[in-house]
């Protein structure tokens, strides 16, 4: 894109972006300088520090002083991980006819704003862009063939559900239409740690998707934020697709096919729960957490947990070898169970009265 001296930026559309920040010190800079390098030169871009306790507030105030089109937002008190981000996303300009997030420890490509905003005036029934992305060294968010850059929102979201594909990517690797974003208080649902892929599906219920095959966005593994901490030691992800599919598969799927996928869903989730309580996980946190979910989704299968567990049984009786070798390697058996409340024949209501 040829921009020119003399080139009228408000003849191009407005991109909002937004980084919501909290004590992201050690990478801030290399966030803000990578929109500060944008191709695309229409854009403003608003700051959210969610009251952090370094050097984050002081080092994003320091950009917004050199250059007018960052501001800082202060927070007038600390917000939880997604309710700040919708908070970030209501900062985005009234004018603006894209909005981006860029999460403050991950940074963008140069060319990320234009082609995208390229895709998405090419084909104005696009309402979301996507983009391959790296997370660390590896290439993101593949699945789509070449060259599909349009999409239908019904036939992505299909493919997201019968074939588990994923090129949504995070909110960093995503371009909205703004009028989309606004169109909705809380855009993402508060309750749901996969929040932006369950906003990817409700978008894509009313228009199309884009995706650019470059790699424009930029995701680092080595600082977890403790969204995606506690996501990860509770294992949301199960219940997460379980509720978007729930939710919305009836309005992409047939009762046939959303009948196949709730199965093989609610096989796999129990096979979890299952090896989970054979490998010795007792913690009550993380069974509160998942009896929990699934009992608002669709209710807790005890039986469905015990034939889970009796084929898991049924597996390490038939591959022996591999039975030995990982209990070779498993902790002693915690919680004060003694050898015998392993071997006594109750092995199977031991596991699941664990749970009650």
Same mark, same amino acid.
């Given at each position: 894109m040829d921009h020119g001296d003399e080139m009228d930026l408000e003849s191009l559309p407005l991109v909002s972006i937004v980084s919501p920040v909290y004590n992201n010190e050690d990478h801030i800079a290399e966030c803000i300088e990578s929109v500060l390098n944008q191709t695309y030169p229409h854009w403003d871009y608003t700051i959210i520090? %969610?009251?952090?306790? =370094?050097?984050?507030?002081?080092?994003?105030?320091?950009y917004a002083a050199i250059d007018p089109r960052i501001r800082v937002h202060e927070n007038e008190q600390f917000l939880k991980a997604i309710p700040n981000h919708n908070h970030a996303l209501r900062q985005i300009s009234p004018k603006s006819k894209y909005c981006k997030m860029v999460f403050a420890d991950d940074w963008i490509f140069p060319q990320c704003i234009e082609e995208m905003v390229n895709l998405a005036e090419e084909h104005p029934s696009v309402g979301i862009v996507g983009a391959y992305g790296l997370e660390g060294e590896r290439v993101a968010w593949s699945g789509l063939p070449y060259p599909s850059r349009l999409v239908s929102g019904r036939e992505i979201c299909r493919r997201t559900l019968l074939e588990g594909i994923y090129v949504f990517g995070t909110?960093?690797?995503? *371009?909205?239409?703004? =009028?989309?974003?606004?169109?909705?208080?809380?855009?993402? %649902?508060?309750?749901?740690?996969?929040? =932006?892929?369950?906003?990817?599906?409700?978008?894509?219920?009313?228009?199309?998707?884009?995706?650019?095959?470059?790699?424009?966005?930029?995701?680092?593994?080595?600082?977890?934020? *403790?969204?995606?901490?506690?996501?990860?030691?509770?294992?949301?992800?199960? %219940?997460?697709?379980?509720?978007?599919?729930?939710?919305?598969?009836?309005?992409?799927?047939?009762?046939?096919?959303f009948d196949a996928c709730l199965d093989r869903l609610l096989t796999e989730y129990y096979n979890f729960l299952a090896v989970s309580l054979l490998k010795g996980r007792r913690d009550k946190k993380f069974w509160d957490y998942h009896r929990n979910k699934l009992a608002e989704i669709l209710g807790f299968s005890r039986s469905r947990l015990a034939i889970a567990i009796l084929a898991r049984m049924g597996k390490a009786v038939l591959n022996p070898y591999e039975t030995i070798e990982k209990l070779r390697m498993r902790k002693n058996v915690s919680n004060g169970e003694s050898a015998k409340e392993s071997s006594d024949g109750s092995l199977l209501a031991m596991h699941t009265n664990k749970i009650r």
């Open positions: 520090n %969610n009251c952090s306790k =370094d050097r984050s507030g002081e080092i994003a105030r320091r909110s960093t690797s995503v *371009l909205y239409r703004s =009028d989309l974003v606004r169109g909705r208080y809380a855009f993402y %649902n508060e309750a749901n740690f996969l929040a =932006d892929r369950e906003a990817s599906v409700v978008l894509l219920k009313t228009c199309d998707f884009g995706f650019v095959h470059q790699i424009l966005t930029f995701k680092r593994l080595e600082k977890r934020s *403790l969204t995606s901490t506690v996501a990860l030691d509770l294992m949301t992800h199960y %219940n997460c697709t379980l509720y978007t599919l729930v939710t919305h598969g009836p309005d992409f799927l047939s009762r046939q096919e």
